[in-house]
């Protein structure tokens, strides 16, 4: 159980491990044991007066990461606090610092938060535009989304010049479809691999790409695939039923929990969900929700 704590400057407080401890010397978020049938909001809340002498800490879930350490599996349940006050100090010795999010990959973790260094840079919701829709109302949607959070999969419009523009323009991190060289170009924020983007790559290696990496994924072998691959992220589907792959079983969210865990990679969850599904679908190992009808903004 850990927190990301943010202060005004959207700086995120870290603190050392004592060299003794597991993954010592390592710098984390600050954190410690759930007790036998204590809440979560509680227990970060109790751990973080003990450890850094914060008061009235409130959080909501972030990420949920499962992992097997050669010496120990951990379930970790991170969560961003959302108040407190009080100033943060290293009650227990520890040293504490602030650390601007742009900095944080310069610091040593222990390897289960890969994952969190990744979400800490993504957007809760993936917006995905409707392909059945014309150039103008694309663009126009585009102009009404969130940058803050949400993120756009240009599926079918990754090619189309007025639409990176406008995602550009808006602020909004864009996620191209299969083509490393098109991505380069227009500087977008991710490449995302298709069934067919992944299977050329199993055949030709990684795309060349500094970006996000990320892969659309339905079991258990593309998302073995995808860690192969060094992806960073990956969509799972689908959650539900829906009209976009009418053949497809949906996995329901105990299945969608089954696939995730215990990978390192930032799972969205995708098929039939909407905002109203992030607290379940982050109940369920996912980090965000991703569609096309139910996240696309309403005319
Ligand atoms: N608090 C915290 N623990 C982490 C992080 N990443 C990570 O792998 N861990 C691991 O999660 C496990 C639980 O850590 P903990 O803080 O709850 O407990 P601890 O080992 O410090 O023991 P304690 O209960 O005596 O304080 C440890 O094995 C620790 O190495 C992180 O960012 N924050």
Redesign the pocket.
């Known amino acids: 159980?850990?927190g990301i704590i943010p202060d005004a400057d959207d700086r995120l407080c870290l603190?050392r491990?004592?060299d003794h401890?597991?993954?010592g010397g390592?710098?984390?978020?600050?954190?410690?044991?759930?007790e036998p049938g204590e809440a979560l909001d509680h227990a970060l809340a109790r751990?973080l007066h003990e450890e850094l002498g914060l008061d009235g800490v409130r959080s909501i879930p972030f990420l949920t990461?499962r992992?097997r350490?050669p010496d120990?599996a951990?379930t970790?349940h991170?969560r961003e606090v959302t108040a407190y006050t009080g100033v943060a100090h290293g009650r227990e010795g520890q040293p504490v610092e602030w650390v601007p999010r742009a900095e944080l990959s310069a610091r040593a973790?222990?390897?289960?938060?890969r994952p969190?260094a990744v979400a800490l840079r993504l957007p809760p919701e993936w917006v995905i535009p409707p392909e059945e829709l014309d150039e103008t109302a694309v663009v126009e949607g585009l102009a009404r989304l969130d940058p803050a959070s949400q993120g756009v999969y240009l599926r079918g419009w990754s090619g189309h010049p007025a639409v990176t523009a406008a995602c550009r323009a808006r602020g909004l991190r864009f996620w191209v479809r299969d083509d490393a060289g098109l991505a380069r170009r227009e500087g977008a924020f991710g490449l995302h691999l298709s069934g067919e983007g992944l299977a050329r790559a199993q055949r030709e290696g990684a795309p060349a790409f500094e970006g996000l990496l990320s892969v659309a994924c339905h079991d258990a072998g593309q998302i073995d695939a995808a860690r192969a691959l060094g992806a960073d992220m990956a969509t799972l589907s689908p959650v539900r039923a829906t009209p976009t792959h009418p053949e497809a079983a949906p996995l329901g969210w105990d299945g969608f929990d089954e696939l995730v865990a215990g990978n390192p990679l930032v799972f969205y969850a995708l098929g039939g969900v909407g905002p109203e599904d992030l607290a379940t679908a982050r109940a369920h190992g996912a980090y965000g929700v991703a569609g096309i009808r139910g996240l696309w903004p309403r005319g």
Do not use: C, I
């Not at 390592?26 to 759930?34: H, M, Q, Y």
């Not at 973790?109 to 938060?113: C, I, R, S, T, V």
């Open positions: 159980m850990a603190s491990r004592p401890k597991h993954q390592l710098w984390e978020f600050p954190g410690g044991k759930v751990e990461v992992h350490y120990l951990v970790l991170f973790f222990p390897e289960a938060n969190v």
